[in-house]
């Protein structure tokens, strides 16, 4: 059974840094992109970028390039969510998920990312 | 960037109804468009795929068409289980976009 399992709630003060993961198991990790989704309260779903693990090739949405940092652990089959610095327009619900071709067929249950002063 | 545009971005329907939701792309992903359902607190759930394939597990009462620019997800007779937030993503190029979501409430 493929499952994806998140990180725990976070919150944060602007400024601060963040690393947010997910665990994948049921699934030969390297052999799939696996992705990051942002639902910011009360709005849509926006995609934020990949990752390949088998080589660490990553795509990022230009919305969100220099603003986060994905990365995999191939070795303990985890996904990475990192800022270096938040700021409070990044309060949000982060998804995790599996893509099958271009598909996200397998979702974590999600990481609500607070920051506030 | 590929625009994708749903509507309506609400609808009130009664179990048993039968709800459409479209969904138009600013430029041509052929076939390359997927639905999803989320309900409050939860993951989205991927539910048709390549514009018209059904999810393994997902109810023949969904049923997705269209190609190019203009897609719909039809719902024949809605369920109690039904009601639930709708998204569409194209999946032809990067980066990969969504609709802005239809809530599907009751009447």
């Known amino acids: 059974e493929v499952q994806l399992v998140q990180s725990g709630a976070e919150v944060k003060k602007p400024g601060e840094s963040l690393k947010i993961s997910c665990k994948a198991s049921g699934y030969i990790f390297t052999n799939y992109w696996i992705g990051w989704v942002r639902q910011m309260p009360g709005k849509g779903l926006e995609w934020m970028g990949i990752i390949y693990p088998g080589d660490s090739e990553t795509k990022y949405s230009p919305s969100f390039q220099g603003q986060v940092t994905i990365s995999a652990d191939k070795s303990t089959r985890t996904a990475y969510l990192q800022w270096s610095s938040l700021k409070a327009s990044d309060t949000a619900l982060y998804f995790c998920?599996?893509?099958?071709?271009?598909?996200?067929?397998?979702w974590g249950q999600g990481t609500l990312v607070t920051v506030s002063s | 960037d590929i625009q994708m545009t749903q509507s309506p971005s609400s609808v009130s329907a009664s179990v048993g109804d039968r709800v459409t939701i479209t969904c138009r792309a600013s430029?041509?992903?052929?076939?390359?468009l997927v639905w999803y359902q989320q309900k409050p607190g939860k993951a989205p759930k991927l539910l048709i795929y390549?514009?018209?394939y059904l999810e393994s597990g997902v109810p023949s009462r969904f049923s997705g068409s269209g190609s190019g620019t203009d897609f719909t997800l039809t719902i024949s007779s809605l369920q109690p289980e039904d009601f639930a937030t709708y998204h569409c993503q194209q999946a032809n190029s990067f980066p990969l976009t969504f609709g802005g979501g239809t809530k599907v409430e009751i009447k």
């Open positions: 390549a514009a018209s």
């Open positions: 430029q041509d992903v052929n076939t390359w």
């Open positions: 998920a599996k893509l099958d071709s271009l598909n996200l067929d397998y």
